[in-house]
């Protein structure tokens, strides 16, 4: 059985293509660095985090983009011998305007090198290009429409792509303005048996998620809407496990079966998904009218299905711990906006160790010394060991669950002036500041620390330990639900990650050495 997830963690807006016997996956990575993750399977159940597509501050700068901006829903497709990428740069969210700029990337290899972005538009978010049978090339893009009186969501809009002259040609038509669900967005386009079929999301991205989708003899429409959409949803099905199901794109395999990997959502408690969006996979089906259904019936998502007529292929395991030998960071570490430096992160100035350099605060959308990976399991833990001397209350160092600007819990070390060396717990929930100030422990004799976080579900427990001692618990049990896409004041799309940081807002730049990093899902043991 494959069991869903696929993807877990934050990983959604999935988009699949097959390339002889190889599968991959491209899911959106927001404020996240490196830009767009590319999964890799050869069975479809067994997947691999293989490589990024944006590597380079040359290809993406998001320095300055809010929270929940930066890369929005990549499309991966691949033809004649190229991989292309389509994504989406977006500079702001709020408001009546959305300034969403969208890109093509392309590389003879999937592990690149991955080309400099060549511009193609600013109309709308979620592009997707397709590879018509003629040799010519379309992008469909939603059109956000910030006019008052209409539709925000005002319908996918189809313009043709030149290779030659490496930019959008000829008029742009809206082929599709949706069905009754609205909100239509994502779209990608198939042919088969003589129909182009457009697939869309439409409800939102939240809980009345859905896969609707429409077809044309034309690929400039009509396009007439499948009589029993959505084809895939869990709206108003609050005892599914998988919900949010929505966002979806197909892929026939090899053996001629169908398979439609989308994003869906897990609430740890109420409607809460700390692990952000992930991606799923369904067995899917043509039925004698030409229509695309989910295999054996109904249209809910599974939480798990039969296997693909697929040979078995598994790949090593994920090791728990990075000892932080190598020279470069490991393919699960994340940074905020910018890729890491050696100005402020650096493994080869004591080997063996992750070394920042303190800049900026939480609050910061520029120049954060944060390094993090995504929570995966719904119950895990992570520990590190750091040495770190601050000479006053300005410069911090620890380990954080940060989702983003606005919601964060810090467990850290610093300086005070009655404690001296201390270390304690600060946290943020919706950009409002609290200390834990009687839970605060002087550590000034210590060298070193080791910090843990504990997460059952809603709950995080933080723990520490100085000069080789045990463990030892410190603060209260921390409810985390702020820590989710539904626990800011507005909505917002990524997850919550694990890292590692430095702050000094002095500006002097005071650095801390990490010994090493484990994050594991396993069982729970405290002692």
């Given at each position: 059985?494959?069991?869903?997830?696929?993807?877990?963690g934050?990983?959604?807006?999935?988009?699949?293509?097959?390339v002889?016997?190889d599968?991959?996956?491209?899911?959106?990575?927001?404020e996240w660095?490196?830009?767009?993750q590319?999964?890799?399977?050869?069975?479809?159940k067994?997947?691999r985090?293989?490589?990024h597509v944006l590597?380079?501050?040359?290809?993406?700068?998001?320095?300055?983009?809010?929270d929940?901006?930066?890369i929005?829903?990549?499309?991966?497709?691949?033809?004649n011998g190229?991989?292309?990428?389509?994504y989406?740069?977006?500079?702001?969210?709020?408001?009546?305007?959305?300034?969403?700029?969208?890109?093509?990337?392309t590389?003879p290899?999937?592990?690149g090198?991955?080309s400099?972005?060549?511009?193609l538009?600013?109309?709308g978010?979620d592009?997707s290009l397709?590879?018509d049978e003629?040799?010519?090339?379309?992008?469909?893009?939603m059109l956000?429409d910030?006019?008052?009186?209409h539709?925000?969501?005002?319908?996918?809009?189809l313009?043709e792509y030149?290779v030659?002259q490496?930019?959008?040609i000829?008029?742009?038509?809206n082929?599709?303005?949706g069905?009754?669900?609205?909100?239509t967005?994502a779209?990608?386009?198939y042919?088969?048996?003589?129909?182009?079929?457009?697939l869309?999301?439409?409800?939102?991205?939240?809980?009345?998620?859905?896969v609707?989708?429409a077809?044309?003899?034309s690929?400039?429409?009509?396009?007439?809407?499948?009589?029993?959409?959505?084809?895939l949803?869990?709206?108003?099905?609050?005892?599914l496990?998988l919900q949010k199901?929505g966002?979806?794109?197909?892929?026939e395999?090899q053996?001629?079966?169908?398979a439609m990997?989308h994003?869906?959502?897990r609430?740890?408690?109420?409607d809460f998904?700390?692990?952000?969006?992930?991606?799923?996979i369904?067995?899917?089906?043509w039925?004698?009218e030409g229509?695309l259904r989910?295999?054996g019936?109904?249209?809910?998502?599974?939480?798990r299905?039969q296997e693909?007529?697929?040979?078995?292929?598994t790949?090593?395991?994920e090791?728990?711990?990075?000892?932080?030998i190598s020279?470069?960071?490991?393919i699960?570490?994340n940074?905020?906006?910018l890729p890491?430096e050696?100005?402020?992160l650096?493994l080869?100035?004591?080997?063996?160790?992750?070394r920042l350099?303190?800049?900026?605060?939480?609050?910061s959308?520029?120049r954060?010394s944060?390094?993090?990976?995504?929570?995966?399991?719904i119950?895990?833990?992570a520990?590190?060991i750091?040495e770190?001397h601050?000479?006053?209350?300005q410069?911090?160092?620890?380990?954080?669950l940060?989702?983003?600007t606005?919601?964060?819990v810090y467990?850290?070390?610093?300086?005070?002036?009655?404690?001296?060396?201390?270390?304690?717990?600060?946290?943020?929930v919706n950009g409002?500041?609290e200390?834990?100030s009687?839970?605060?422990?002087?550590?000034?004799q210590?060298?070193?620390c080791k910090l843990k976080?504990?997460?059952i579900g809603?709950?995080a427990s933080c723990y520490y330990?100085?000069n080789?001692?045990?463990w030892?618990?410190?603060?209260?049990?921390?409810?985390?639900?702020?820590?989710?896409d539904?626990?800011?004041?507005?909505?917002?799309?990524?997850?919550?990650?694990i890292?590692?940081?430095?702050?000094d807002?002095?500006g002097?730049g005071?650095?801390?050495?990490f010994?090493?990093?484990?994050?594991?899902?396993?069982?729970?043991?405290?002692?």
């Open positions: 059985m494959i069991e869903n997830p696929i993807l877990t934050f990983n959604p807006d999935p988009s699949i293509v097959r002889d016997e599968y991959y996956i491209a899911t959106s990575t927001f660095f490196p830009g767009v590319i999964h890799h399977s050869r069975d479809l067994h997947w985090l293989l490589t590597t380079e501050k040359s290809q993406i700068n998001m320095v300055g983009d809010p929940s901006c930066g929005w829903a990549p499309c991966l497709t691949y033809d190229l991989f292309y990428l389509i989406t740069d977006v500079k702001s969210r709020l408001g009546v305007f959305k300034d969403t700029h969208n890109y093509l990337v590389a290899s999937i592990e090198p991955w400099d972005p060549v511009y538009n600013s109309s978010f592009p397709f590879h003629d040799g010519r090339k379309w992008l469909v893009n956000w910030h006019r008052t009186k539709n925000s969501f005002g319908g996918i809009v313009q030149s030659q490496r930019k959008l000829g008029e742009r038509k082929i599709f303005l069905t009754p669900i609205k909100s967005e779209p990608h386009l042919k088969r048996n003589g129909y182009y079929y457009l869309t999301a439409e409800g939102g991205t939240g809980y009345e998620h859905a609707t989708m077809r044309s003899k690929i400039e429409g009509p396009y007439e809407i499948d009589p029993q959409n959505p084809v949803t869990s709206s108003k099905r609050k005892e496990y199901a966002h979806g794109c197909i892929v395999t053996a001629g079966e169908w990997v994003l869906v959502g609430p740890v408690a109420d998904c700390i692990l952000g969006r992930e991606t799923a369904q067995k899917m089906e039925n004698e229509w989910i295999k019936g109904d249209n809910a998502p599974n939480h299905i693909f007529s697929l040979a078995e292929h790949f090593p395991a090791p728990d711990i990075d000892h932080f020279s470069k960071l490991g699960h570490w940074t905020l906006r890491a050696e100005t402020w650096t080869t100035e004591r080997p063996g160790y992750l350099r303190g800049r900026e605060s939480f609050n959308k520029h954060q944060l390094v993090a990976r995504r929570q995966q399991g119950n895990c833990e520990e590190t750091l770190f601050p000479d006053h209350f410069q911090m160092a620890g380990m954080v940060y989702y983003d606005q919601d964060y467990l850290r070390v610093s300086r005070d002036e009655r404690l001296g060396k201390c270390i304690g717990i600060v946290r943020s409002k500041w200390e834990f009687d839970s605060e422990i002087s550590i000034e210590a060298e070193s976080f504990v997460i809603r709950e330990a100085i080789g001692g045990e030892t618990p410190i603060g209260p049990k921390l409810d985390i639900l702020h820590l989710s539904e626990g800011g004041n507005f909505i917002r799309f990524t997850g919550n990650f890292g590692l940081c430095v702050q807002l002095s002097t005071k650095h801390a050495d010994d090493y990093f484990r994050y594991t899902e396993q069982s729970i043991n405290h002692s």
